[in-house]
């Protein structure tokens, strides 16, 4: 018997893509934009994210989502949505979730459940449905201080 004595190395990989077919479409789809923001390491700054949730006929349902990260954060409040409502925006305050300088990926994360009437379903059906939204990115930069030498003279 021939035992290997190298160190396992694991690998974190940023995305994980799942397909679905046809007939099983998650009754709701989760939509960030931009994909991309850059935020100055100060206190007061904050990054938005627009969100848009395009959601299947026959889902009808409150939806909460929960901002999830790589990142080690506090907790951020979830946003519950309306079945009338389909965007709304998502602020995140770097200072606030102690968030460092660096690149920092965000998902939106929603449970999804409650009757839910497929396409071409004869009746409704209660559903649970883990949706996640694609990786959007906080790069919070250094802190930057303005001293008296470089500061714009008043007159």
């Given at each position: ?27 709701v ?6 994909l991309?923001a ?17 959601r299947?006929e026959?889902y ?16 951020h409040?979830p946003?519950v ?11 995140i ?7 460092r300088p ?11 459940s409650?009757?839910?009437?497929r396409?071409?379903?004869e ?5 649970k449905?883990?949706?996640?939204s ?8 250094e ?13």
């Open positions: 018997v021939l035992f290997r004595s190298e160190a396992a190395q694991s690998r974190l990989s940023p995305h994980l893509y799942l397909a679905v077919s046809d007939e099983e479409l998650a009754p789809e989760a939509r960030l934009s931009p991309e850059e935020v100055e390491g100060t206190p007061d700054s904050v990054a938005t994210f627009s969100v848009q949730l395009v299947r026959g009808e349902q409150d939806i909460s989502l929960t901002l999830r990260s790589a990142s080690p954060i506090k907790d409040p946003i949505l309306a079945p009338d409502v389909s965007e709304t925006r998502f602020t305050h770097p200072a606030e979730l102690g968030l660096g690149r920092h990926a965000f998902q939106l994360h929603a449970v999804v409650g009757p839910y009437q396409p071409g379903a009746a409704a059906n209660d559903t449905y883990a949706v996640f694609e990786t959007a990115y906080v790069h919070v930069l802190a930057t201080a303005v001293s008296a030498e470089t500061a714009p003279a008043s007159e």
